[in-house]
């Protein structure tokens, strides 16, 4: 299947968010590996969009090098954006084989088959860093969220995060980024959150707001109040919004410290061979009426 | 026991001649239910636990059946199996999960409640559904637990991990390369923690090179038991000269997407911890 008219910035993104705010700067590794299906390798060449934050586009940064198929490329985006502040950037890799073929240099035609590959075949490394070098991170792939073309229905996230661990010096941030390859993109989305205790009880439930080209970062010792420990204290996060896609990822803070550690987390499909099409829309139905959700759905 | 609940209850309340006619029925049951707990329904994972003085693992998982098919409430059992490195088995355990519930396990307190002690190994995971006929485990097919490691050091150093290795049918992968960069600023090694999820054995040679040119800095071979792991170690004052990225290659991992863990080690002792 041909998808016609397919944004050429939408074929490969990479959302991140700048944690300047913790004192983190941000550096991207990124990584063509195209070349793992000889018919689809491709140059690629980086693109990337800076939004502040509070979703306005700041920057736009049209060429930031090429990577050829095999190879990896370090961005510091400190050199993109202010980094005492966080922001959303949006990285881009061009297709240059696809852009060759595109008559306005925006669009193009591209199976599902090479879609499907280009966005799959690889990860790329975000890092966070502090000015004595110490650094952290995550290997992250994503296709396009909040686009159209990709998504033939509207999706929904569900999210299973049973890694928040709190004590006096750690606290856990779930954070939330809107992003879109689209440039007109206006959808606030609504995620129903929750937090329950081992046995399933849930001690928080409350609903988060996330503007486009936002991302929201919430600390769990914030939402719990109190104080705690040495002892570390467990919870299981859950989040679930049917509008449309919120890209989450946890990341645990030692505030003593100043250490960090990020994690993504699974998609439905991911936990359960059938999880698709149909009976992905019924778990869906089926969760939003669920005890942690319902008295949050509207 | 439901089979022998149920036989002495139809017994007891219906007419004999009944109970014979139905005899091939209950049997046919009765086969059909044990063949069915004794299908593989869920994939095994794996990972590192980490277990030394100074730093301790918590285990984070959930009973994912209800998020899954919350309309069925399920509950649920974790099953955990803890490896030395040289692939012997420590110590099993069995965890309930409630509907819509989770557990966390202090790795420290379970070794020293049992007696046990590996300063790392591979642990595995798999979580089913009490009654293998509820129907929200039915409708996902074949599940994977997925669950997250929180590393914890008293110098202050974290790490959050999901696993990423399965157990069982798996095979060696040739000729990896990382995917992360490795920058040299301020680190003192780099330290990586290998898992092996397959039962047979393996070698595996991990070289670390300069980004920039490809030139070969270290070198290491391994032997890795089935369901062993081992912790490889690169003293960057050891290398023969410093560059400013680093990357990791192997010839060869043990097992299916087995990439091992990497920690970073800084000069001021901190460290962190992700996926290679």
Same mark, same amino acid.
């Given at each position: 299947?041909?998808?016609?008219?397919?944004?050429?910035?939408?074929?490969?993104?990479?959302?991140?968010?700048?944690?300047?705010?913790?004192?983190?700067?941000?550096?991207?590794?990124?990584?063509?590996?195209?070349?793992?299906?000889?018919?689809?390798?491709?140059?690629?060449?980086?693109?990337?969009?800076?939004?502040?934050?509070?979703?306005?586009?700041?920057?736009?940064?049209?060429?930031?090098?090429?990577?050829?198929?095999?190879?990896?490329?370090?961005?510091?985006?400190?050199?993109?954006?202010?980094?005492?502040?966080?922001?959303?950037?949006?990285?881009?890799?061009?297709?240059?084989?696809?852009?060759?073929?595109?008559?306005?240099?925006?669009?193009?035609?591209?199976?599902?088959?090479?879609?499907?590959?280009?966005?799959?075949?690889?990860?790329?490394?975000?890092?966070?860093?502090?000015?004595?070098?110490?650094?952290?991170?995550?290997?992250?792939?994503?296709?396009?969220?909040?686009?159209?073309?990709?998504?033939?229905?509207?999706?929904?996230?569900?999210?299973?995060?049973?890694?928040?661990?709190?004590?006096?010096?750690?606290?856990?941030?779930?954070?939330?980024?809107?992003?879109?390859?689209?440039?007109?993109?206006?959808?606030?989305?609504?995620?129903?959150?929750?937090?329950?205790?081992?046995?399933?009880?849930?001690?928080?439930?409350?609903?988060?707001?996330?503007?486009?080209?936002?991302?929201?970062?919430?600390?769990?010792?914030?939402?719990?109040?109190?104080?705690?420990?040495?002892?570390?204290?467990?919870?299981?996060?859950?989040?679930?919004?049917?509008?449309?896609?919120?890209?989450?990822?946890?990341?645990?803070?030692?505030?003593?410290?100043?250490?960090?550690?990020?994690?993504?987390?699974?998609?439905?499909?991911?936990?359960?061979?059938?999880?698709?099409?149909?009976?992905?829309?019924?778990?869906?139905?089926?969760?939003?009426?669920?005890?942690?959700?319902?008295?949050?759905?509207? | 026991?439901?089979?022998?609940?149920?036989?002495?209850?139809?017994?007891?309340?219906?007419?004999?001649?009944?109970? +014979?006619?139905?005899?091939? #029925?209950?049997? $046919? @049951?009765?086969?059909? !239910?044990?063949?069915?707990?004794?299908?593989?329904? =869920?994939?095994?994972?794996?990972?590192?636990?980490?277990? +030394?003085?100074?730093?301790? #693992?918590?285990? $984070? @998982?959930?009973?994912? !059946?209800?998020?899954?098919?919350?309309?069925?409430? =399920?509950?649920?059992?974790?099953?955990?199996?803890?490896?030395?490195?040289?692939?012997?088995?420590?110590?099993?355990?069995?965890?309930?999960?409630?509907?819509?519930?989770?557990?966390?396990?202090?790795?420290?307190?379970?070794?020293?409640?049992?007696?046990?002690?590996?300063?790392?190994?591979?642990?595995?995971?798999?979580?089913?559904?009490?009654?293998?006929?509820?129907?929200?485990?039915?409708?996902?097919?074949?599940?994977?637990?997925?669950?997250?490691?929180?590393?914890?050091?008293?110098?202050?150093?974290?790490?959050?991990?999901?696993?990423?290795?399965?157990?069982?049918?798996?095979?060696?992968?040739?000729?990896?390369?990382?995917?992360?960069?490795?920058?040299?600023?301020?680190?003192?090694?780099?330290?990586?923690?290998?898992?092996?999820?397959?039962?047979?054995?393996?070698?595996?040679?991990?070289?670390?090179?300069?980004?920039?040119?490809?030139?070969?800095?270290?070198?290491?071979?391994?032997?890795?038991?089935?369901?062993?792991?081992?912790?490889?170690?690169?003293?960057?004052?050891?290398?023969?000269?410093?560059?400013?990225?680093?990357?990791?290659?192997?010839?060869?991992?043990?097992?299916?997407?087995?990439?091992?863990?990497?920690?970073?080690?800084?000069?001021?002792?901190?460290?962190?911890?992700?996926?290679?």
């Amino acid at each position: 299947m041909i998808l016609e008219g397919f944004l050429l910035s939408a074929v490969h993104t990479l959302p991140v968010r700048t944690f300047g705010s913790l004192g983190f700067s941000l550096r991207v590794g990124l990584t063509n590996d195209s070349q793992i299906d000889q018919r689809f390798a491709t140059d690629y060449r980086i693109q990337a969009k800076v939004y502040s934050a509070e979703g306005k586009e700041i920057a736009f940064h049209p060429d930031l090098g090429l990577i050829r198929p095999g190879e990896k490329k370090t961005v510091v985006v400190d050199e993109l954006a202010d980094e005492r502040r966080d922001h959303l950037v949006m990285f881009s890799l061009l297709p240059l084989r696809l852009l060759a073929t595109s008559e306005d240099g925006i669009h193009c035609a591209i199976s599902r088959e090479e879609l499907h590959h280009l966005v799959s075949c690889q990860g790329h490394q975000v890092e966070y860093r502090r000015p004595d070098g110490y650094s952290t991170g995550v290997l992250l792939a994503f296709p396009a969220y909040n686009y159209t073309k990709f998504h033939r229905d509207t999706p929904a996230v569900l999210v299973q995060a049973p890694k928040i661990f709190l004590s006096r010096d750690i606290d856990s941030y779930v954070t939330l980024i809107n992003p879109s390859p689209v440039a007109d993109y206006n959808q606030t989305h609504t995620i129903a959150c929750s937090l329950t205790t081992a046995d399933g009880a849930v001690v928080k439930a409350w609903r988060e707001s996330v503007p486009p080209f936002r991302s929201v970062a919430i600390s769990m010792k914030n939402v719990l109040g109190g104080k705690f420990d040495d002892r570390v204290q467990f919870f299981c996060f859950s989040g679930f919004c049917d509008t449309g896609l919120l890209l989450p990822l946890i990341f645990s803070y030692n505030a003593r410290a100043t250490t960090l550690a990020v994690e993504h987390t699974f998609a439905p499909f991911l936990y359960g061979s059938n999880l698709s099409g149909p009976a992905r829309r019924e778990v869906d139905k089926q969760i939003k009426r669920s005890r942690l959700f319902k008295p949050l759905m509207r | 026991m439901a089979f022998q609940e149920l036989r002495v209850v139809l017994r007891e309340r219906l007419p004999s001649p009944v109970v +014979t006619g139905l005899k091939h #029925t209950y049997l $046919g @049951l009765e086969r059909a !239910y044990h063949r069915c707990r004794r299908a593989e329904t =869920a994939c095994v994972q794996t990972t590192i636990y980490l277990n +030394t003085t100074t730093c301790r #693992t918590f285990i $984070g @998982l959930n009973n994912f !059946y209800s998020w899954l098919g919350a309309d069925s409430p =399920a509950q649920a059992h974790a099953k955990i199996v803890f490896f030395d490195p040289q692939g012997e088995i420590l110590l099993t355990i069995r965890r309930p999960l409630e509907f819509f519930g989770s557990c966390v396990i202090d790795l420290r307190a379970l070794f020293e409640e049992h007696g046990v002690h590996a300063e790392f190994g591979i642990f595995t995971v798999a979580v089913r559904p009490n009654n293998p006929w509820n129907t929200a485990a039915k409708k996902i097919g074949k599940s994977m637990a997925v669950f997250y490691c929180f590393y914890q050091d008293d110098n202050g150093s974290i790490g959050l991990i999901h696993p990423n290795a399965r157990v069982g049918d798996v095979s060696p992968v040739w000729n990896w390369s990382s995917l992360q960069v490795i920058s040299t600023e301020g680190l003192a090694s780099v330290v990586l923690y290998q898992m092996h999820g397959g039962n047979y054995a393996h070698q595996s040679t991990y070289r670390l090179v300069d980004l920039a040119s490809g030139e070969e800095l270290g070198a290491r071979a391994v032997e890795y038991r089935p369901h062993g792991s081992a912790k490889i170690e690169f003293r960057l004052d050891a290398l023969p000269r410093i560059p400013a990225e680093l990357l990791l290659k192997a010839d060869s991992l043990p097992s299916s997407n087995a990439k091992p863990l990497l920690q970073r080690v800084y000069k001021n002792g901190l460290f962190s911890i992700s996926h290679s």
